[in-house]
């Protein structure tokens, strides 16, 4: 009956985990913890998902599904959640995408399972370089169970670094559009530790963007213009014909974020 204890608190759990827990009643030897496991397959109670990677099965934790989250915080010992999977737990995300990621420092292939792709994605490498790699990282508590994920400072700085892993510019813009407030501190040290010009002009360029009553103060964005580049960057490489040029960011952003063409316009009488 314990075992079906930790079943109830543990819906997605790894092997190592199980084997802790099986430690803490006694029982030290790994074959044993392998036997267990395999029975609780055979009768129906779990799910392997993947190596060491195991979920309760639906039908007995009474949930409609396995939840992609707590998956994709556990495919790994060092899972954390990041980019657009992070715009999504932070509750600002635009879209739900059925494309979950996460930073790991191991080499994991994509995988999929029950319609959800989980893809690894490598930390920034200045970070790792300069042992910056734990910064912006916080522990939540989803659905019962511990899992990490980037800071909302630092998955902001995130998309706009990398805008493929958070779903497209119109994506990244909606989302962003939902955030009302942030540590501006964490938020420029941040992104002052990736040591990218470029990206430091998008963020910069994005702040503002903000409305008045979220502008950031003035101190902030001359901090940020200290690290802008001499010459002319794009904000996206694969749009360099149709862009507006940001001269105090040296930033030539695409016309479609200058003009928002993804707002709706407003029709009377509708």
Known sequence: MKIKEFFITHPVFRFEEFGAYMSALGTDRPESWRQQLSYHRKVGNLVHIRKFLYAVNPVFSKEQSVDPYLLAGKISLDSILAYHTALELHG??????????????RQILPFSYEAQSFRSISPPRMLIKKDHAEFGI?????????????????????????????????????????????????????????????????????????????????????????????????????????????????????????????????????
């Open 92 to 105: 600002i995300a635009y879209t739900t995408f059925n494309k979950l990621m996460y930073l790991s420092k």
């Open 138 to 270: 916080e522990e939540i508590n989803h659905n019962g169970m511990k899992i990490k994920i980037t800071s909302l400072e630092r998955t902001m700085v995130d998309v706009l670094d990398r805008p493929d892993l958070g779903g497209g510019w119109e994506e990244i813009w909606r989302s962003l559009d939902n955030i009302t407030q942030c540590n501006m501190d964490k938020l420029i040290q941040y992104a002052l530790f990736l040591k990218n010009s470029t990206t430091i002009a998008k963020l910069g360029f994005f702040l503002e963007q903000r409305p008045h009553y979220l502008a950031p103060n003035e101190k902030y964005i001359k901090k940020l213009l200290t690290f802008v580049s001499k010459q002319a960057h794009y904000m996206d490489r694969d749009e360099r014909t149709r862009g507006k040029y940001i001269e105090r960011w040296k930033l030539m952003v695409p016309l479609s974020i200058i003009n928002r063409t993804w707002e709706e316009t407003n029709v009377e009488n509708v």
